[in-house]
């Protein structure tokens, strides 16, 4: 649409309520080095919230992560033994043997850390946690007119149809509900194009026309857009924000019911010092091959490592930036961020403003929480392997600039954590490359190399095979715990049947061991451009659902893929028996372009869910609100 084309009635209705300007200073960050400094010091932060006593929820978060860090330690102590036992064997090359050591020590604490979370999650689907956050004693109760709330997306340059398609169904049903007074519904827009800012605008109108009034919706457009999302909803919160004692933050492709936004209110009433409650998302809408093998891994092994953070983090949780709940005033005053100071890829705007929000709230003396409990959270996941890798290369850099402030004054231990695994999530690639290079390096040095026999009764042919079997069953016993979960919890029967559940994870786990070494080359680099600051254009397409022009994924793959393949041809030539020690991570890499262009087609997801394959519960019965998103 041309903007000039804008009917005159549109342009003349009133887009926004009058402002309530509101303060939402940043505060400039003391920096990595100074804010050690200070911590050696034992100097307090002056921002920090008051001292108080501590409540039973905190002694039992105490208590798991304890729990938590000896069994990884535990376990990353033993696998260090064995690989150590085996390069005893053989120790000509002692500084590759060390590194080697080194490397596996940190990769195999992490796979540890994943287990053991997981774990949790399935320990706790049949011992109710008392201590995590409960919608009990919470139905009945009846909202004041002081909680009033609004429900926010902030977008940029999105399509208008599908992104209005969702908010109606979410309109919709908040409208339906006893407390529809108190929300109030904006749309953010970030969006640069005039063109598309022309639809967003008629979307609205006609949309708001179709609401008529049972619901307050607003759209306003920014014209200075800094900082990303982030500034876009700190740009609300200085307009509006004091208007509102709750907001609820979407994203573009978010639906949510306004029965569980409803509930959401209630939880932060019932909890007053609870700063941020972050539900967890269903992924469903999109029926790729690639999207409905995330939608499906994320519904059941997601499952269980979100019920595990949940149970080890509890009060100081996560923060994922949307389908989430956040008090207004103390988000005001305490989350505002400032840039990171100096120049290249890891400074100016925080890109991964999430975490960073949360460890601020934190630090304020507010309760982030994640809840599993609620349904009717609902998101998209990329539709194609080069869609979420554009998604992660930002993500990638985000997490790196947020490693800067692991040492910020005032932040918990836990989420000083958080700020660390979540730069940890992409260093493991380029780390779990080198490990192989310097391993596949020691397997030509050291071709006749035969660790001894450490448990013969176990059957092991040597060290080597019980490490890697220990390792393995690490990545995987995950997926099998998942499966177990959901069949003696009696919920087979929404995944298409206990055949259809178990025949869907081994394909997903078979078709994820096949990209991992695509994504594992892909963060390599991403990590390997924000460290030096060099530019890297990944272009992809938008939110909605397409297939993969060969040509693209050429051009995206082709120089990894020939990389590849001359490493292999020159390894055959000169040790041959070593080839086939590659294959597991060479084959995926050398077919990266055929794998991204098969698993984006539609046809195929489409296939396997009509007979059962990669079903989800939202596939099997279709919730009321996302059948209204999708209409």
Known sequence: MNPNDIPAAILRQRTAPPLLRGSMTPRPWTGFWRGMRLALSGVRDKDAGMPSIRQAWEYAASRRRKTLVALVAASTVLAAELLSYAQSTNNAHPVLHFIQLALFVVLFGWVAAGFVTALMGFWVQWHPDAHALSLAGTESMTLSGDARTAVIMPICNEPAGPVFSGLRATCESLAK???????????????????????????????????????????????????????????????????????????????????????LVRLMEAHPRAGIIQTSPRACGVQTLHARIQQFAGRVAGRLFTAGMQYWQL?????????????????????????????????????SHDFVEAALMRRAGYHTWLTTELEGSYEQQPSNLMEELQRDRRWCQGNLMNFRLVTEPGLQPVHRAMLFTGAMAYVSAPLWLGFLLISLSLRLLEPHMHAATLFPWLGMSSTLDLLWTFTLSLLFLPRVLAVIAIIKQGEQGAYGGSAALVKSALLEAGLSALQAPIRMMAHTLFVLTALTGLNLEWKSPGREAQSIPWGDALRRFMPVMMAVALAMLAVYHSHRDAVLWLLPVGLPLLLAAPMTVFTSESRWGLSLRRHSWLLTPEESAIPAVLVRAWA
């Open 177 to 263: 509900g006893a407390s529809a007074e108190l929300f109030d519904v904006y749309v953010l827009s970030d969006t640069s194009d005039p063109a598309l800012r022309a639809r967003e605008l008629e979307a609205w109108s006609s949309l708001r026309e179709q609401l008529g009034e049972s619901c307050r919706l607003y759209y306003r457009v920014r014209e200075r857009r800094t900082r990303r999302k982030a500034g876009n909803v700190a740009d609300f919160c200085r307009r509006w924000g004091k208007n509102y004692r709750y907001m609820v933050v979407l994203d573009a492709d978010s639906v949510m019911t306004g029965g569980t936004i409803t509930k």
């Open 315 to 351: 009060g100081e949780s996560h923060y994922w930036g949307h389908n989430a709940i956040i008090r207004v005033e103390p988000f005001m005053k305490h989350c505002a961020l400032a840039k990171l100071p100096g120049s290249g890829g890891l400074s100016g705007e925080i890109l």
